[in-house]
DNA sequence: CTGACTTGCGCC
DNA sequence: AAAGGGCGCAAGTCAG
């Protein structure tokens, strides 16, 4: 920012922070090593025209949430940032830094600093939180921190990847999922009748509710009431001590089909019925919220509509625009084959290189059917050792020493109340309760032994499960990231939704939106995306991520 | 009445 | 002896 008013001319470095000033005014600063340039101001209006002058900036601001969404609403796109409130949580729980780094005045600020939902995102709300933090200073706290970090390369790589998370979740909100509320009303009405005055069932539903009433010999019975059906079946004289669907099905009793039935279309009706459409879908698209890191293992959670259960049910309804066409890719096995790259299991690694990791874990001689393979890696890794998943494992531990080795060391270290890590240094959440507060003297207070015990081993399970999982959700965070970059060079000239763009992730799962003709360069992306994520987290080590790609119109076509 | 908790079930 | 990780959401339940 020699002459003013950064310009692209002005080439590297290139990192600019974005602060709110005065109402309805922006302040941008270049940054360069820890220390921001002098400012320059601008009007809000003028925020959009100006970051799309420099494409190749990146982007330091306190919140993505705060930022983007304006942007993206204006037309304008960047190609990366850095967000400081994600950041500096990642940086909080890290046990590769040194927290005292991050001390500061506003250091609980940051620390409560929120998202923003897509509604409240008026970019100057003068009550914000936000509006009273510093983010020059955050920002060079962030990079001390991160030079002083033994494993500075991880972390940084992490950064970015949630940092581009961030983007690529505006950018889903803003696109949408393409979603035909004719072809979900159709599908409701087939299986249900059709819609149903507020507050009332649906014919089919309704039709049910006598039958099971009769079969069970409670003609005042509501279905709905879990206290009441309960009563009922046990009334009945079926040994049932919960009203699960799982637990029906194991009982000969002819109220139980009726009752089967009568639960699943209640749940449809209730989760993703018409009640969802009018509050989910609008103009033909399925915009939840997305909340990257908004699960301590890295995986992101969200909110409105239920967007980590879509069931397949009414994945007929998401249906590509006319002359588009989605390109839906997921990993196979996506956890243990990190669990192979990052504890350098070679001999687990070998069995990645298959499409079918299960099938060539039976192939090597290492267990004896595909079955035991499955249960077997799912016990290691959430830590269920009941039955037919524990008898593998000892199995398992002497086929692949590495792999078992580090999560059974992730569950010990729980077990001791230590705190774990991910690949690139997410840290676990440091534990709770009281087994961790009493682990070094004898429970006085009352609570039983076994049920420290219990929770220590709970914890434990909690924590075995967190470094692959976590380390899982690195891997797609670098998939996602780098697919995004390679979706907008495929696209020519035009805004975001004109060219290919993502409009669904799910932990090990992406949907695109794509012009149709494009497909099949989309796909290209797709895996030279996932390639380039295993080099990143593994380097050289050999460990495949292979893809199941379809090009179809609709979702529900998938697999 | 409201709000907190529980139950059940969908997804990975 | 028993022992399975992470979520969101709606509806029912129950205490205050």
């Known amino acids: 920012m020699t002459t003013g008013r950064p310009t692209p001319e002005d080439g590297v470095p290139d990192r600019v922070l974005l602060v709110r000033a005065a109402p309805g005014r922006v302040e941008a600063r270049e940054l360069s090593g820890g220390a921001a340039g002098p400012p320059v101001r601008l009007p809000e209006e003028e925020l959009p025209g100006f970051v799309r002058q420099r494409e190749r900036t990146r ?18 796109r960047v190609e990366r940032c850095s967000d400081l409130r994600l950041s500096r949580a990642l940086l909080r729980h890290s046990p590769f830094v040194d927290q005292t780094t991050l001390a500061g005045d506003d250091a609980a600020a940051w620390d409560a600093l929120a998202p923003v939902a897509a509604e409240e995102h008026a970019l100057f709300a003068l009550d914000d939180l936000a509006e009273r933090l510093d983010p020059a200073a955050e920002h060079s706290r962030q990079q001390a921190a991160l030079a002083a970090a033994p494993e500075r390369g991880r972390l940084a790589l992490l950064l970015a990847a949630e940092s581009s998370g961030a983007l690529v979740a505006a950018e889903m909100t803003h696109a949408g999922l393409p979603w035909r509320a004719d072809v979900h009303d159709r599908l409701l009405t087939e ?28 003609p005042q019975l509501n279905p709905d009431s879990p206290v009441e059906l309960l009563r009922a079946l046990q009334n009945a004289g079926l040994p049932v001590s919960d009203t699960r669907s799982w637990t029906l099905e194991q009982l000969d009793h002819p109220g139980v089909p009726p009752l089967l039935e009568y639960k699943k279309l209640s749940r449809l009706l209730a989760a993703n019925g018409w009640a969802w459409l009018d509050s989910w879908v609008r103009d033909g698209r399925f915009r939840p919220t997305y909340l990257p890191g908004g699960v301590v293992t890295g995986r992101w959670a969200s909110s409105g509509g239920g967007a980590l259960s879509v069931p397949t049910q009414i994945r007929p309804a998401a249906v590509a625009d006319a002359g588009w066409q989605f390109v839906v890719a997921d990993v196979a096995q996506l956890e243990p084959r990190v669990l192979a790259g990052m504890s350098g299991d070679t001999a687990m690694a070998e069995a990645a290189r298959a499409a079918d990791l299960y099938q060539a874990m039976v192939d090597s001689g290492a267990v004896p059917s595909r079955s035991d393979a499955k249960l077997g890696m799912l016990g290691a890794m959430y830590g269920g050792t009941r039955g037919e998943s524990g008898r593998m494992l000892p ?4 086929r692949y020493p590495q792999a078992i080795g580090l ?9 001791r109340g230590e705190v774990v890590h991910t690949l690139l240094g997410r840290g676990s959440p440091p534990p709770t309760g009281a087994w961790a507060e009493r682990s070094l003297e004898p429970a006085d207070d009352g609570v039983p032994p076994e049920e420290l015990a219990r929770d220590r081993r709970a914890w434990g399970r909690f924590t075995r499960n967190f470094v692959v999982q976590g380390t899982g959700a690195e891997w797609a ?3 996602l990231a780098d697919l995004r970059n390679r979706l907008w060079r495929l696209g020519g000239a035009g805004e975001l939704t004109d060219r290919p763009h993502l409009v669904f992730f799910l932990h090990d799962e992406v949907v695109v939106h794509t012009p149709a003709h494009l497909a099949g360069e989309v796909t290209a992306a797709v895996h030279q995306a996932a390639a380039q994520a295993g080099r990143l987290l593994f380097g050289g080590f050999p460990v495949d991520f292979p893809l199941d790609v379809s090009v179809v119109d609709s979702w529900a076509d998938a697999h």
């Open 59 to 76: 982007w330091v601001w306190d919140d993505t949430t705060r930022w983007y969404p304006a942007l993206l609403a204006a037309g304008v």
């Open 191 to 218: 299986l249900m009748g059709p819609r149903p005055p507020r507050g009332q069932r649906p014919a089919q539903l309704d039709a049910l509710v006598p039958e099971i009433r009769a079969a069970l010999g409670a």
């Open 395 to 398: 199995r398992l531990a002497r």
């Open 407 to 415: 999560v059974e060391e992730a569950a010990r270290a729980g077990e």
């Open 477 to 479: 965070l670098c998939w």
